[in-house]
Antibody
Framework: EVRLVESGGALVQPGGSLRLSCAASGFTFSSYHMNWVRRAPGKGLEWVSFVDTSSTTIYYADSVKGRFTISRDNAKNSLYLQMNSLRDEDTAVYYC????????WGQGTLVTISS | QSVLTQPPSVSAAPGQKVTISCSGSSSNIGNNYVSWYQQLPRTAPKLLIYDNNKRPSGIPDRFSGSQSGTSATLGITGLQTGDEADYYC???????????FGGGTKVTVL
């Protein structure tokens, strides 16, 4: 079964840091581009970041550029999102999603930024 | 303010048809494939349509997609109560070098 499982969500104070993980199984992880997408409470979907199969090409949404870092470890079938300088507006459920058109999604992990 | 524009809500009776529009520009819908996603309450989004009009395995043919110029449309026929969800269009924006979504459309079955 093709599966993505996120972890690492937590309650963090503004200005803090957090690292999210996404474990992939059931497919050849190294053959697929990967993304992070989030949905804040009461708002719509927002794409966060993209990484290609070899980590050569990486893109970020303007809202997280300079604060978030996407990475992947193909040997461990894992995708990561390092989030620094967190703000209230980063509060959201974060999903990892496969491929350019997000054909497979994880169940999401909740990140809450609050003092 | 989303790059892609969708109506906030649409509604219809069971068995009827709804269409959801997604309006963009030449830097996104006009030159890149559109996908559509369904997000049921308290669940992860699911891909409904990719490459403008293709359905992934397991998606019923009640769901259809089309694209013309800088707009795209999702159609849902034979509306069911289980179709009540938020629906999003998405595509790549070549000017922004970013994936963009519409603001989402809430479908209500009357």
């Amino acid at each position: 079964e093709v599966r993505l499982v996120e972890s690492g969500g937590a309650l963090v104070q503004p200005g803090g840091s957090l690292r999210l993980s996404c474990a992939a199984s059931g497919f050849t992880f190294s053959s697929y581009h990967m993304n992070w997408v989030r949905r804040a409470p009461g708002k719509g979907l927002e794409w966060v970041s993209f990484v290609d199969t070899s980590s050569t090409t990486i893109y970020y949404a303007d809202s997280v550029k300079g604060r978030f870092t996407i990475s992947r470890d193909n040997a461990k079938n894992s995708l990561y999102l390092q989030m620094n300088s967190l703000r209230d507006e980063d509060t959201a459920v974060y999903y990892c999603a496969r491929r350019d058109d997000f054909d497979i999604w994880g169940q999401g992990t909740l990140v809450t930024i609050s003092s | 303010q989303s790059v892609l524009t969708q109506p906030p809500s649409v509604s219809a009776a069971p068995g009827q048809k709804v269409t959801i529009s997604c309006s963009g520009s030449s830097s996104n819908i006009g030159n890149n494939y559109v996908s559509w996603y369904q997000q049921l309450p308290r669940t992860a989004p699911k891909l409904l349509i990719y490459d403008n009009n293709k359905r992934p395995s397991g998606i019923p043919d009640r769901f259809s997609g089309s694209q013309s110029g800088t707009s795209a449309t999702l159609g849902i026929t034979g509306l069911q109560t289980g179709d009540e969800a938020d629906y999003y269009c998405g595509t790549w924006d070549s000017s922004l070098s970013a994936r963009v979504f519409g603001g989402g459309t809430k479908v209500t079955v009357l």
